[in-house]
């Protein structure tokens, strides 16, 4: 959901939208409602709350509401954003939770009490260790409990006072007055060689137990029932267990001294240090199950066991309370958990929830991080459709079979034997590898959604196999355009040209020099341009943009379809397009030769690119070149000289007369750029991967990041300015239905997080406005070090800026407030998009609007149904970004799998307990590496003052040191899945001593 600035004012078309956007219930058991909303226990979802309750619920603020975004890596996390601007996302744990909402469904949720909401604990332990006053640490320290670890590597840590009593609830309670790192404690009492002295208050007498090195197993391998959130299988639906009632029972026991065995795991003497433990975990709550541990042995056996089971009694151990400041673990090869993810570490300090709600920053600081669970569906917007593969059920039960999607966010189904391809049953060997497309069709219970088969597509190997599953899954309509909305296009249009009586009512441009700037291979040209120089010094601009709304007419088929389809979608090997080809690539494409109908936007623009006046109109126009950008940047570099490489120019005109129009709009768009940024324009520039595919096999023989060169900023800097001329037009004009695009600000919690990182890495960044943060990056730029390091630095923080931003939105004028219309990124308060009508649907109905303000004839349309439009448009332009980024990441695994191992660059942006996110710098793609992939002996996770680290050691003595912005050496290899890929990280030089093999920000 938008974060919307609340208003005192109700707006008059609230009411109506909400009524609008309300969808039946996809389930029978939808129907079910009550007065309150109860979590069911175990495999059953809740009813859904009433349409009048969900109403009352959102106008009273006791219900919020917003789009579910799931975590493709770990599908047990799901978020909303907060309707609070500036706080973090509303967390919701679980499917059971999700209460059958898939991604992107538009969901309402109802808060949990604040005493079930989430501690970011390292969040509270990094404001103490950078901000913190004494009265801080009081509020905060209140209550929380600490989890001291044995650590047997150089870095220590002290505690001077540890004071651990029973509060009311008989759980345990410890309250830490100090926490030293490095240093050691008034009684020299070291916690990685020596024991910890815990002192009991009781109400008799006190009582002190010793914590030994015996307990290191216990500590090591404990499991965080209430911070950690379960890494699973993405597909096993099970039932959740009572977090709650665990820890207290845990806790219980921990109250009268007992060694409790909170992740099942064996203990050993000193001795049987080679033995590493492995607990069986349930599948959806990530918790250990009630049997018996499994060992994994490395090397030889030393010394004796520890009691069968596990649960050793030592008097001197209590355990239960795991991880200190560092994680440090011994790594394994072995085949069996290799590609385990390994379950996430306590940290250090646990703050009592109750204690940091007391303090008064707990919001703006981002310590807290509300929780919810799903209490309505507004709007069923995922298509609940999936591709995937299909395979005999665990328990051989021949009444179904099991649907696997590849999309981790939607759950396994099951679907009746019946729908099974033929031989399945008898030989389903000869379908493992093939995949199909199913829906789900009911789902009631949480662990058992049931499906049917749509279609098969072929084995996933198959490029294009993989390619229609991912146009499925994200509802692209691919198919070929219906005759009836085929019918819509004009009689013979293979020999259309233009009515003789349509031209008389345009504005004519055919005798002036119009060109376009496109891609080498672009076929639907939609914009071009044109520039005279005037006898009294200033330039007249024209921006010449296509006039497809002559073609798609409001309310016919053809303009259903497209509406629907509402944008292009852009693959790596072709493009499925919004409007018939026949229309896109030639009557609407401004091809060169040709008379063609526009829409123009006209500038009377001095040198100093002063905008004098402007005029909007429809007109017609022809072609006189196709530059691509390659010519029109030759013309840039060697302004004046001829090239024999440039495409037919029709005549009268010469290469040097269209070599000098080029360089008087460079000339223009250079000012207009430099007064843009210095008004707070930003840009984070993403890098984009292009393929260069083989002719014969459609195959990709090699890849390049996308080049952003002056003659593309040349493009983009008048459409720009064409795109906020028309927004200014069409809102003075029609202040209550004018479609326009808003761009938020960044969320606050997670760009503050990103500027401390970055700060205490000694790169400053400053995020308070867009023109200030650009400032930071273009300091960054001008930094010293060499090309290659200082592209690195910037390639990062242009990654982890970008994380924190929101998407841009198309919108109707007339359901928001003036103040939300502003475009962040850009820095205008009005923008729309005007410039590209043959792939983008807004564009079209900005074209009418346009044409209304300048006619004056005012559409018949209704705010709410506007909106609506925009809504849907923003869907389908989301799935289509989706499906394109996916398309690249097929082929480039595919280039791996067919070219590698591959040596690639790389630069840390992510550092976490068991792995990394690694930016690929020469592809632009972030990639996460997993240590336990990477051959190392042992590897320890640390952080300090907010920063995370990851020290790594080899067998062979070499140590490297990571964090963010490290650069690395990576090796990118083929998966064990069909077009995915791996990567390790590359081990240094055995002679590397720790001080040179430390990779540094430098």
């Known amino acids: 959901m938008e974060k919307r600035k609340k208003s005192n004012s109700k707006n008059q078309y609230s009411d109506k939208l909400s009524k609008a956007t309300k969808s039946v219930p996809q389930n029978p058991s939808d129907n079910k409602t009550g007065k309150k909303f109860f979590p069911k226990p175990n495999n059953q979802f809740s009813p859904y709350l009433s349409p009048p309750e969900v109403a009352r619920g959102l106008s009273t603020g ?109 759980k345990i309670v410890v309250s830490v007055e100090e926490v030293k790192v490095g240093d050691e404690n008034k009684s020299g009492v070291d916690i990685s060689t020596d024991s910890i002295e815990v002192v009991i208050e009781d109400k008799d007498k006190d009582k002190v137990i010793n914590i030994s090195a015996d307990s290191v197993d216990l500590i090591k391998s404990s499991v965080d029932p209430l911070e950690g959130v379960p890494i699973v299988s993405a597909n096993d639906y099970e039932s959740a267990e009572d977090i709650e009632s665990k820890v207290e029972k845990e806790a219980l026991k921990l109250a009268d001294m007992k060694i409790v065995d909170v992740s099942l795991a064996s203990t050993k003497d000193d001795s049987d240090s080679d033995v590493i433990v492995e607990s069986t975990t349930d599948a959806a709550t990530g918790e250990p199950l009630a049997s018996s541990p499994k060992k994994t042995r490395r090397g030889k056996r030393g010394g004796k066991r520890g009691a069968k089971g596990g649960a050793k009694e030592v008097d001197s151990s209590v355990a239960s309370m795991n991880t200190t400041l560092n994680t440090t673990v011994e790594s394994t090869t072995s085949t069996t ?71 981790s966010r939607v759950p396994r189904m099951k679907i009746q034997m019946s729908e099974a391809p033929q031989n399945f049953q008898t030989r389903p060997e000869d379908f493992i590898g093939m995949m199909f497309v199913a829906r789900i069709v009911k789902w009631d219970m949480v662990n058992s959604a049931l499906g049917t088969i749509e279609r098969s597509l072929g084995h996933s190997s198959d490029i294009g196999v993989r390619t229609e ?53 672009a076929r639907d040209l939609d914009d071009a341009l044109s520039v005279t120089l005037e006898p009294s010094g200033l330039y007249r601009v024209g921006v010449h943009i296509a006039d497809v709304s002559y073609f798609v007419r409001d309310g016919t088929a053809l303009d259903r379809v497209a509406g629907e389809r509402a944008t292009s979608t852009y693959l790596v090997e072709r493009v499925v397009p919004m409007l018939p080809r026949p229309l896109c690539e030639n009557l609407c494409s401004l091809n060169p030769g040709e008379d063609r109908l526009t829409f123009t936007v006209e500038w009377t623009i001095n040198s100093q690119a002063q905008i004098v006046s402007e005029w909007f109109g429809r007109t017609v126009i022809r072609n006189c070149t196709k530059l691509a950008y390659e010519h029109a940047q030759s013309m840039i570099d060697n302004p004046g000289e001829e090239s024999g490489s440039l495409p037919a120019i029709d005549s009268p005109y010469t290469a040097k007369e269209i070599s000098e129009k080029v ?52 493009i983009e800097e008048f459409m720009l300015l064409a795109n906020m001329a028309v927004a200014h037009k069409i809102y003075t004009t029609y202040t209550d239905i004018a479609v326009l695009r808003r761009h938020p600000p960044p969320k606050a919690d997670m760009m503050d997080k990103v500027v401390d990182q970055l700060g205490s890495l000694g790169v400053d960044i400053n995020s308070s406005t867009t023109a200030a943060l650009a400032a930071s990056i273009a300091n960054i730029k001008m930094s010293s070090g060499t090309e290659a390091e200082v592209r690195a630095k910037v390639a990062c923080v242009t990654s982890l800026c970008s994380k924190p931003m929101e998407l841009a939105r198309y919108f109707c004028t007339g359901l928001y407030q003036p103040e939300d219309f502003h475009h962040y990124a850009l820095s205008v308060p009005l923008y729309t998009h005007f410039t590209s009508p043959i792939r983008r649907y807004p564009d079209i109905l900005v074209h009418r609007l346009l044409d209304a303000a300048i006619t004056g004839r005012r559409p018949s349309w209704d705010p709410v149904q506007v909106q609506q439009a925009t809504e849907h448009c923003n869907d389908k332009r989301l799935g289509a970004k989706r499906v394109g980024e996916a398309s690249a990441e097929l082929f480039l695994g595919l280039f791996i799998a067919e070219c590698g191992p591959l040596s690639q660059p790389g630069a840390v942006v992510q550092v976490m307990d068991h792995s990394l996110d690694v930016l690929i710098l020469e592809m632009g793609v972030v990639k996460r590496v997993y240590v336990d992939r990477l051959g190392v002996s042992k590897h320890c996770f640390r952080r300090v003052l907010g920063v995370s680290y990851m020290d790594l050691w080899w067998e062979d003595g070499s140590k490297v040191t990571l964090t963010l912005l490290s650069q690395v050496g990576l090796v990118l290899a083929k998966g064990d899945r069909d077009f995915e890929f791996t990567a390790v990280i590359e081990k240094p030089e055995k002679d590397v001593g720790d001080l040179t093999g430390l990779i540094t920000l430098d």
């Open 469 to 521: 599953g991912l146009l499925m899954e994200n509802n692209i309509e691919y198919g070929e355009f219906p005759p009836e909305a085929l019918a819509n296009l004009p009689e013979n249009f293979q020999n259309w040209s233009i009515p003789p009586q349509e031209i008389k009512r345009r504005r004519d441009f055919r005798n002036e020099c119009v060109f376009t700037i496109d891609p080498l291979t």
């Open 337 to 407: 958990s290799r590609y385990a993810r390994k379950l996430p570490t306590k940290p250090l300090v646990e703050y009592s929830i109750f204690s940091v709600l007391k303090h008064p920053k707990w919001q703006t600081m981002g310590l807290v991080q509300k929780t919810g669970r799903v209490v309505a569906i507004r709007e069923w917007k995922h298509s609940r459709v999936a591709a995937g593969t299909i395979k005999p059920m665990s328990d051989k039960n021949p009444r179904f079979f099991l649907f696997s999607p590849t999309d």
């Open 663 to 714: 360089n008087m709009l460079q000339m223009l768009a250079v000012q207009l750029r430099n007064k843009r940024e210095q008004a707070g324009a930003l840009r984070l520039d993403q890098p984009k991967l292009c393929f260069s595919l083989n002719q014969e096999t459609g195959l990709p023989d090699g890849y390049r990041l996308h080049q952003h060169r002056e003659s593309n900023r040349l």
């Open 62 to 170: 006791v219900l919020v509401e917003g789009v579910l975004r799931i975590n493709q890596k770990s599908y047990e996390d799901a978020f909303i954003c907060s309707p609070d601007t500036g706080q973090q996302d509303i967390y919701i744990k679980g499917v059971q939770a999700r209460s059958r909402a898939l991604n992107g469904d538009l969901v309402v949720v109802q808060l949990d009490q604040p005493g079930e909401w989430k501690v970011n604990h390292e969040m509270v332990q990094d404001f103490l260790e950078r901000k913190g006053t004494e009265d801080d640490n009081k509020i905060l320290m209140e209550a929380c409990i600490v989890n001291p670890k044995l650590e047997s590597v150089d870095d220590k840590a002290t505690i001077d006072e540890i004071k651990v009593t029973k509060s009311v609830d008989e």
